[in-house]
């Protein structure tokens, strides 16, 4: 059940961000501190958005001790 979870999280988030890309095609420029990006399109810049938080969420699980779930079955009693 929690594999199914998985996988329809990330699927959920493409949707969204197709159609959000589809319906919010205007060129936007990305401004952090004094630096600007180029111009492109909101979808393509959420897409971007999307996957650097999924990466950086993966790195934070691979840093702080790998996979949650294990952690979980360890603590369960042997029948």
Known sequence: MIRLLLA???AIWVVAIAIIAVQ???PVSFRLLNLQ???IP???L???C???GML???LVL???GGNPLRSRQKQRPEP
């Open 8 to 10: 329809l999280v990330p």
């Open 24 to 26: 919010n095609a205007t």
């Open 62 to 64: 691979l840093v702080l």
């Open 56 to 58: 950086l969420a993966a």
């Open 46 to 48: 959420l897409a971007f």
């Open 42 to 44: 909101f979808g393509v």
């Open 50 to 52: 999307a996957a650097a």
């Open 37 to 39: 990006s180029i111009e």
